[in-house]
């Protein structure tokens, strides 16, 4: 296979990139690489706050995989100390922390969920722990005396709380100090990252460049927007699609999300060439292709690159069943209620479509739930168990239930 010019591989890992800091550095770093006979190290962190990996991670790993067919080292660190204290970017508050042993069973995870789109037996991972489970109080003092406090609260969402007189506790302002350093630990040449964290990822080429290392490119990545087409994907706000999630579910989702993403869903989430997606949308304009179809098509891009193209084909046949000829899913799990009557908010935490008794209650106010067909409104209301029913929940939770 010829190789690719510089010229070709920057035209490559600069599309859908929002900014590039400094706006010559890939080209530079790409250049020095090749004088040097050496492949770049790509790094991309994750904090393992959520079990899950999502569309949104995808985004960020996805490029991070284009590196990856260049012939480029990448780099995935496991952010399992900065996840104890959680990234203040973008909060109005602190974050609780997370435990030890909340981290160590999220990251558990991250590994296969990450293979999903690197090939992981050619990728370092790594583990914050390898290094700051090394420092001692001295190093510490070192890599916080790099940094000042005014340059800290430069930062949007710290001036602005600093503004409220809410409180900035200091292990907060440590979150950008470990993430930079991390790039001192495998000397990074290139950060990838989302929007929301330009200010780390700057940070980070200042502190290399204090520890005496050639400062990193920093690459942000837009954000992809959840299902409610109005706020990021994120896990805690419920409106993801997480990278494991069963082909059935993964693609109902996608056509759960609104009209005006799809083209968006197409150019961050799927493998199609810039040319496919422009006539997708110019038939869309033109009326040649109704939104319905163009986001099948979307959904299945999707499911194929996760579960492959037969688990694709099979959920929209699945999809289609259910939904354009308003069947049962094939295999609707049967849960059985030893109580005669239970009252229905109960009903949805106990079978698992709700987390809470709030969740439940919101579930029902916004028309999600429905027994047999018919939708309950009463968040009051006691369902009798006299013969078995079908609850349903929103678009794709189906549960058989029974007396037991």
Known sequence: MRKLSIEEELEILKSNVVEIIPE???????????????????????DPSAPDLHLGHAVVLRKLKQFQDLGHQVVFIIGDFTARIGDPSGRSETRKPLTPDQVKRNALTYQE???????????????????????????????????TIARMLERDDFAQRFKEQKPIFIHEIM????????????????ELGGTDQKFNLIVGREIQREYGLEPQVAMLMPILEGLDGKQKMSKSLGNYIGLTEPPNEMYGKVMSIP???????????????????????????????????????????????????????????????????????????????????????????QVGAAKSNSEAKRLISQGAVEIDGTRIEDINLDITIDKPFILRVGKHFFRRIKKG
């Open 259 to 349: 009209d005006e993403l799809i083209i968006r869903y197409y150019e961050l989430a799927t493998e199609l060439t810039k040319e496919e997606i422009r006539k997708i949308e110019q038939e869309m304009k033109e009326g040649k292709l109704n939104p319905r179809d163009a986001k099948a098509r979307l959904a299945r891009e999707i499911v194929k690159i996760y579960h492959g193209e037969e688990a694709s084909l099979k959920a929209e046949e699945e999809f289609n069943r259910i939904f354009r000829n308003k069947e049962l899913p094939e295999n609707v799990p049967e849960v059985e209620i030893s109580e005669p009557k239970i009252w229905v908010v109960k009903l949805l935490t």
């Open 24 to 46: 010559d550095g890939l080209y530079e770093k790409l250049k020095k690489a090749r004088e040097e006979g050496r492949p770049l190290r790509v790094k991309l962190g994750a």
């Open 113 to 147: 969920q990450v293979g999903k789109i690197l090939d992981v037996t050619k990728a370092e991972i790594r583990y914050q722990e390898e290094w700051f489970g090394k420092m001692k109080l001295e190093d510490v003092l070192v890599l916080t005396s790099k940094y």
């Open 175 to 190: 979150y950008p100090l470990l993430q930079a350093y991390d790039s001192v630990a495998i000397k990074a040449d290139i």
